[in-house]
């Protein structure tokens, strides 16, 4: 080979001269590349081997055509291998495919996708080999080529024996779906034999109750003994169902132990044939429990729709009797479901045929049994559309009777609630007329007026009307409380309704009608007593009125007593309030004459005679006070009204606050006077000169802050001529500034308005 050409020179390794790169590699060219060497440039050694090296190429050809033969059994082997890979995945799909989701598969899901796994290792190291192979024939070295086939071929065998083993597993899948198919069917025809066993049970109820009432007893009857059959048969189905099961998990097992694919296979198709039996044996079952479900759905729609004809007549003679228009609009709704309920049974009928006569195709091709359960299901609901309608005709009769009782209850209650709030307002009366009685009680006490047996009789018949008014108040609470009982009592008779329209269960439907029975007879109860309480507190109204009239009665002698009592009092105090002024003035006057003779600045004597002059002009102001309190309680003392009593009182009384407020500042202005010359030249001692000092000061201060009138008077007192007590005698005439001689000119005008 060329190898050994170029190894036989050493030291070499890049190519010979005149030598293509990459170019020798495969060819038959030895010969023309020693022709083109300079033998005498190499030793004697060189030439033997050269020329042994050509001696060597000459059997190259050989070699050559039996690389090219090693080469093809390995590419055969790759691609057989990469077959076999791809094989074996598409039998892991399958197997991956068919038992997603059963957890009885997963074993034989593991195995196909180890198997798979492995052959495309397989087919991986086939394709190496092809590699390697193509490599050593470059080199032109059979052996290594020969050495690559044998790897190759053993990787195809393991490529194929994996293969094997995946599509196995891949069989083993569809023989553990096919029986777990097969255990489906059959727990479905088990549960259609149920339903017809079910369905069995209502047809022997249905019998029972017609011969009971003795109608439709031979019908019942028959439908009874059909359903027996029916119900028979499901069973018969159900069993062979079971027995197809068995037939499954014996290819199932065979499938697992299988020794090879044929087999494997074999074992799979007999689980999947038996899980296609045990599916038409659903079928049969299913179509005999749906056609019994339709006989007994149109046998209980008949006895429903009889049932609805009869509860119509007493809704029919609710609508003729009541005069309560929602009792009469509830009672002619009510004759609706009646119709409905003949309507529905005749629907239940015809679709209960129409089940039996699709079940005789259903059963030949015995794929499914959707058609008759249509059928079945239409049937089924009808009947309870019959029954619904039946039992809603019942409840509507509670309900108009509920109407009755709540429409009836309103009205007492409202009256009662009325009675209450007159009770009520006549106790407010009495109150205020008590009230009135304490209020000027007190004020006729301070001016020496005693009206004592005439404000207890207030107070005594003031609680007599709190007394009837809380009894009325309480009765009326108990009618509108028992009034919202009957209420809440008539919406238990409609949600009872509303639950019968919305109900298919059977007990669910009587448990609504016994609802709206025990709602109606609980309504009638509340109802009676509803009415007594109304009726007492009717009674108690009235007398919160007596007692009312009573009260006011006796506080208009009080009222009337205090007011000319106060009346005379005010006018008393402003007729001395105004004395004193004008005594005030007087002295006010003679001091600002006697700083008007002394040496005092000018400035001292304008300022004394001003205060003086404002002294004078704050007595006329009481004067004039005065005469308004003599005129207002001359009215007093004559009003044969109480009211007008207490209107002309409080005018006497506010022109009283005016002359003592007059007083008060004409005895400030006379200390002022006083304050304007120096003390020394009226032979006043030091303590009497602070004395009056500190007097003035204060008055000022509670003049300007409109303090505590007693304590200001007392300061005044001692200013005033003769230091006359101008307080004496000040009882309820208290407020001594401007807003409080306001206050009670406006109560004046209020009772004027009065």
Request: charged share 40%; proline share 1%.
């Amino acid at each position: 080979s060329r190898h050994h050409l170029r190894n036989g020179f050493p030291g070499k390794n890049d190519s010979l001269p005149h030598e293509e790169p990459n170019n020798l590699e495969g060819k038959n060219e030895s010969s023309d590349q020693c022709d083109t060497i300079n033998l005498s440039q190499v030793t004697e050694k060189e030439k033997k081997t050269v020329e042994g090296a050509s001696v060597q190429a000459q059997d190259e050809p050989n070699d050559a055509t039996e690389i090219q033969t090693e080469l093809k059994k390995v590419q055969t082997a790759k691609d057989e291998s990469a077959t076999a890979a791809k094989e074996a995945e598409t039998a892991k799909n399958s197997a991956v495919s068919a038992g997603k989701g059963l957890d009885a598969a997963k074993e034989a899901i593991k195995t196909a996708e180890a198997a798979a796994d492995e052959a495309k290792k397989e087919a991986a190291i086939a394709e190496k080999a092809a590699k390697d192979a193509e490599a050593a024939e470059k080199e032109n070295n059979l052996e290594n080529v020969k050495s690559q086939v044998k790897i190759a071929d053993e990787a195809l065998k393991k490529a194929k024996s994996k293969k094997n083993e995946a599509e196995i597993a891949a069989e083993l899948v569809k023989a553990v779906v096919a029986k777990e198919e097969a255990q489906k069917a059959s727990d479905e025809a088990h549960k259609a034999y149920d339903k017809a066993q079910e369905a069995y049970t209502k047809a022997q109820k249905a019998s029972d109750e017609a011969q009971k009432a003795h109608a439709n007893v031979q019908q019942a009857s028959k439908t009874k003994e059909a359903v027996e059959t029916l119900k028979n048969n499901a069973e018969t189905a159900a069993n062979k169902a079971k027995e197809e099961v068995g037939k499954a998990e014996t290819a199932e097992t065979g499938a697992k132990n299988a020794k090879d694919l044929d087999e494997a296979k074999q074992k799979a198709t007999d689980a999947e044939t038996a899980a296609k039996d045990a599916k038409k044996e659903q079928v049969k079952a299913e179509i005999a429990a749906e056609v019994a479900k339709a006989k007994v759905a149109k046998e209980e729609a008949d006895a429903a729709q009889k049932k609805a004809e009869a509860a119509k007549k007493i809704v029919d003679k609710i609508a003729q009797d009541t005069k309560v228009p929602e009792a009469q609009r509830e009672a002619k709704l009510a004759t609706q479901p009646a119709s409905k309920a003949t309507e529905a049974a005749t629907e239940a009928g015809k679709k209960a045929q129409e089940a039996e006569e699709s079940s005789k195709e259903a059963e030949e091709k015995a794929e499914t049994s959707d058609a008759v359960k249509g059928k079945a299901d239409a049937a089924e609901k009808a009947a309870g559309e019959a029954k619904k309608a039946s039992i809603e005709t019942e409840i509507a009769i509670e309900v108009a009777k509920a109407e009755v009782l709540n429409a009836e209850v309103k009205k007492t209650a409202q009256e009662a609630e009325k009675d209450a709030t007159e009770a009520k307002e006549q106790a407010e009366k009495a109150k205020a007329a008590a009230e009135e009685a304490k209020t000027h009680g007190e004020k006729a006490e301070k001016v020496g007026e005693s009206t004592k047996a005439h404000s207890d009789k207030a107070q005594q018949e003031n609680k007599n009307a709190k007394d009837a008014s809380e009894e009325a108040e309480n009765r009326a609470v108990d009618a509108l409380e028992e009034a919202y009982a009957v209420e809440a009592h008539l919406a238990r008779t409609k949600n009872a309704a509303e639950s019968a329209k919305s109900a298919t269960d059977m007990s669910e439907l009587e448990k609504a009608k016994e609802e709206a029975i025990d709602a109606a007879n609980i309504a009638h109860q509340k109802w009676l007593k509803a009415t007594q309480a109304a009726t007492i507190a009717k009674e108690k109204k009235e007398a919160a009125k007596v007692a009312a009239e009573k009260a006011q009665t006796a506080a208009n002698v009080v009222k009337d007593k205090a007011a000319k009592a106060e009346a005379k009092k005010a006018e008393t105090e402003a007729v001395k309030a105004a004395v004193e002024a004008r005594a005030a003035a007087e002295e006010a006057k003679q001091e600002a004459a006697k700083v008007g003779a002394s040496k005092e600045p000018q400035e001292t004597k304008n300022k004394a005679n001003v205060e003086a002059e404002a002294t004078g002009n704050e007595a006329k102001k009481a004067e004039d006070a005065a005469e308004e309190a003599k005129e207002a309680a001359k009215k007093a003392n004559e009003a044969t009204d109480a009211n007008v009593a207490r209107s002309e009182a409080d005018k006497a009384i506010a022109a009283a606050k005016k002359a003592k407020k007059a007083r008060e500042k004409a005895a400030y202005g006379l200390l002022k006077t006083k304050n304007q010359y120096v003390l020394e030249p009226l032979d006043i001692s030091p303590e009497s000169a602070d004395n009056i000092t500190s007097k003035e000061e204060q008055v000022k201060e509670e003049m300007e802050d409109q303090g505590d009138e007693d304590s200001n008077e007392a300061e005044v007192e001692e200013a005033l001529p003769n230091g006359s007590g101008a307080q004496e005698e000040d009882v309820n005439l208290e407020m001594d500034d401007e807003e409080e001689v306001e206050e009670v000119e406006e109560n004046v005008a209020t009772n004027q308005q009065t």
